[in-house]
T-cell receptor
Framework: AQKVTQAQTEISVVEKEDVTLDCVYETRDTTYYLFWYKQPPSGELVFLIR??????QNEISGRYSWNFQKSTSSFNFTITASQVVDSAVYFCALREETSGSRLTFGEGTQLTVNP | EPEVTQTPSHQVTQMGQEVILRCVPI?????FYWYRQILGQKVEFLVSFYNNEISEKSEIFDDQFSVERPDGSNFTLKIRSTKLEDSAMYFCASSDQVGINSNQPQHFGDGTRLSIL
């Protein structure tokens, strides 16, 4: 079974729209860590945000915000007022306490922001 | 801001040849990783390395693969006899997490695109 599911394969929005990227995870661990990474067309992987399983406080950082809900095993990521430079593949990743340090990535969501 | 650097950015190799991918992790980091991403697919964990030994490896990391930290700064991935299916983007990452109870992110390099002909 997939441990990290990103059901949205592709999303296309117009600049200045808000967009939410969904992530659902599966784990039996009580302690785990969730991350979002961005992969622009140039190919590098850029760390964006992280959340611990024991901290459900949702936060806003600039145009980014995230909604972590343990009850539904979801860790959604929102970009407010999207810009063309936000166009990239976004990966959700999970690190489980019992799985050492490996990250398990989702399939990724291709976000295209059109001018 | 310190970053992970990888060389070369693109490597083209004949099938059956050995290839070494090189990485310089962030200097104060203690944990090092290799991941790969086959074109259009998700990023997959290969191996983690700590205290000069492999701490964890995936089922992908078979006997054809090896890692080494030959000096205080470089971290290498060797593929002994490359196959067509080894064609992928290979990412090196590092983190400064100490102990398992840490949420420190892994910082990735720009990747090496490996093309096997």
């Amino acid at each position: 079974a997939q441990k990290v599911t990103q059901a949205q394969t592709e999303i296309s929005v117009v600049e200045k729209e808000d967009v939410t990227l969904d992530c659902v995870y599966e784990t039996r661990d009580t302690t785990y860590y969730l991350f979002w990474y961005k992969q622009p067309p140039s190919g590098e992987l850029v760390f964006l945000i992280r959340r611990n399983s024991f901290d459900e406080q949702n936060e806003i950082s600039g145009r980014y915000s995230w909604n972590f809900q343990k009850s539904t095993s979801s860790f959604n990521f929102t970009i407010t007022a999207s810009q063309v430079v936000d166009s990239a593949v976004y990966f959700c990743a999970l690190r489980e306490e019992t799985s050492g340090s490996r990250l398990t990535f989702g399939e990724g969501t291709q976000l295209t922001v059109n001018p | 801001e310190p970053e992970v650097t990888q060389t070369p950015s693109h490597q083209v190799t004949q099938m059956g040849q050995e290839v070494i991918l090189r990485c310089v992790p962030i200097s104060n980091h203690l944990y090092f990783y290799w991941y790969r991403q086959i074109l259009g697919q998700k990023v997959e964990f290969l191996v983690s390395f700590y205290n000069n030994e492999i701490s964890e490896k995936s089922e992908i990391f078979d006997d054809q693969f090896s890692v080494e930290r030959p000096d205080g700064s470089n971290f290498t991935l060797k593929i002994r006899s490359t196959k067509l299916e080894d064609s992928a983007m290979y990412f090196c990452a590092s983190s400064d997490q100490v102990g398992i109870n840490s949420n420190q992110p892994q910082h990735f390099g720009d990747g090496t695109r490996l093309s096997i002909l």
